[in-house]
Antibody, heavy 123, light 110 residues
Framework: EVQLVESGGHLIQPGGSLRLSCEAS????????MHWVRQVPGKGLEWVAG????????NTADSVKGRFTISRDNARNSLFLQMNSLRPEDTAIYFC????????????????WGQGTLVTVSS | QSALTQPASVSGSPGQSITISCSGT?????????VSWYQQLPGKGPKLLIY???KRHSGLSLRFSASKSGNTASLTISGLQIEDEADYYC??????????FGGGTKLTVL
């Protein structure tokens, strides 16, 4: 069974930094692209960042570019999101999600999602 | 990376059909056959319904179908059921390692 478990979210002051983690199990983590998606409670989904299976390709949304960095450690089956210079508008539930597809190919859809971790940026 | 455009809400009665549209550009929806759709029930995480414009994810009811014409994708739910009441999101590949979501549509089953 695929499991994605996010951690690291908590209350932080504006301008602060936070590192989110996503521990994966139940599939060959190193063969799948991964993403972070966020959702302000009661609002819509926003794609935040994505990374290919081998980390050679990655990208972040314009809204977080230059402040957030996505990375992964395939040996530890883990995905990370380093969040710097946090702003109140970054307050959201952050989900990690696994691409649909097979070994080393992707449908560019997100077939498994974690339960999310809440990041609150407030003074 | 502008969000895709979806109607804020749609509604229908049990047994009826509804269609949710998702409008993008040639840089996302119209440029690739890579639109996906998600259902999010209250208090739950998103669930993949459709990928690659019109392919049903494993186990999805045949009541759900999707299509695309130009820069606009559509999700149709036929034979509406009470349990279909949820938020629905479209999403498109946008090049590189980039995805873009629609603003979401709240489906009410009257």
């Amino acid at each position: 069974e695929v499991q994605l478990v996010e951690s690291g979210g908590h209350l932080i002051q504006p301008g602060g930094s936070l590192r989110l983690s996503c521990e994966a199990s139940g599939f060959n983590f190193g063969e799948r692209g991964m993403h972070w998606v966020r959702q302000v409670p009661g609002k819509g989904l926003e794609w935040v960042a994505g990374i290919s299976w081998g980390s050679n390709t990655k990208n972040t949304a314009d809204s977080v570019k230059g402040r957030f960095t996505i990375s992964r450690d395939n040996a530890r089956n883990s995905l990370f999101l380093q969040m710097n210079s946090l702003r109140p508008e970054d307050t959201a539930i952050y989900f990690c999600a696994k691409e649909a597809g097979g070994s080393w190919y992707t449908h560019w859809a997100l077939e498994n999602w974690g339960q999310g971790t809440l990041v609150t940026v407030s003074s | 990376q502008s969000a895709l455009t979806q109607p804020a809400s749609v509604s229908g009665s049990p047994g009826q059909s509804i269609t949710i549209s998702c409008s993008g550009t040639s840089s996302n929806v119209g440029g690739y056959n890579l639109v996906s759709w998600y259902q999010q029930l209250p208090g739950k995480g998103p669930k993949l319904l459709i990928y690659e414009d019109n392919k049903r994810h494993s186990g999805l009811s045949l009541r759900f179908s999707a299509s695309k014409s130009g820069n606009t994708a559509s999700l149709t739910i036929s034979g509406l059921q009470i349990e279909d009441e949820a938020d629905y999101y479209c999403c498109s590949y946008a090049g590189g390692v980039t995805l873009v979501f629609g603003g979401g549509t709240k489906l009410t089953v009257l």
